[in-house]
């Protein structure tokens, strides 16, 4: 699988914005970026992909590098409960890798009141 | 929002005795995963089935762990014996996958401790 390297920890402040980086420089052609979250005590929570154009969801938007290498997931304004470790990850979109998900050690997010 | 449901939410056992996890993954969903979390390791795949076929089982140690899914309602992930270094929590999550890219939804884990 391609690897993503993903800052051990970051912090914020509330109501601010917060941009997630992630290095994948190895990405193929027909892998997706996806992006999860896992809140503490509980399970991953999918928050966002996408392939090459930015991505805007209620969540939060992903912004992709024009050569894919890598991509930022954007929390326009951080609360409380977005603490959470956030995994960058990248899923092949083929058959042979049947779509499975290898997690790696993600970004600890903490947020300021 | 539908849900992945896991039961049970937290298990003890001793050494050497079975454990059954169950996991009833979204209606509609054809891929169910089963994922262990430790502190050590993070987030290991253990298996998945598509359309309720093993697909591939190659993170489970092969001599104690199981996985089947007896119906499409339904996923199973025995453990048996069970030792304490297989205390962990145990996620399951489904998805659908077909043309296009989706996400996937997790369950909320099943805590087990082997004493």
């Not at chain 1, 992630?22 to 509980?42: A, F, K, M, V």
């Not at chain 2, 992945?4 to 891929?31: A, D, F, S, Y």
Request: hydrophobic content about 30%.
């Amino acid at each position: 699988d391609a690897k993503t390297t993903q800052p051990n920890s970051m912090e914020s402040n509330e109501e601010e914005p917060v941009h997630l980086p992630c290095n994948h420089s190895t990405i193929s052609g027909t892998d997706y970026i996806h992006w999860y979250r896992q809140l503490p005590s509980q399970g991953p929570e999918y928050v966002i992909h996408g392939l090459t154009s930015n991505v805007n969801n209620r969540m939060a938007s992903l912004a992709i590098a024009e050569d894919r290498k890598s991509s930022t997931l954007i929390l326009h304004r951080a609360t409380l409960r977005d603490a959470a470790v956030y995994y960058c990850i990248l899923r092949e979109n083929s058959g042979g890798s049947n779509y499975k998900l290898t997690f790696g050690k993600g970004t600890l997010l903490t947020v300021n009141p | 929002d539908a849900r992945v449901t896991q039961t049970p939410r937290h298990k003890v056992t001793e050494m050497g005795q079975e454990v059954t996890m169950r996991c009833q993954p979204i209606l509609g969903h054809n891929t169910v995963f089963w994922y262990r979390q430790t502190m050590m390791q993070g987030l290991e795949l253990l298996a998945y089935f598509r359309n309720r076929a093993p697909l591939d089982d190659s993170g489970m140690p092969k001599d104690r762990f199981s996985a089947e899914m007896p119906d499409a309602t339904l996923a199973t992930l025995k453990i048996q014996p069970s030792e304490p270094r297989d205390s962990a929590v145990y996620f399951c999550a489904s998805g659908l996958v077909k043309a296009g890219d989706y996400g996937y939804t997790f369950g909320s884990g099943t805590r087990l401790t082997v004493v």
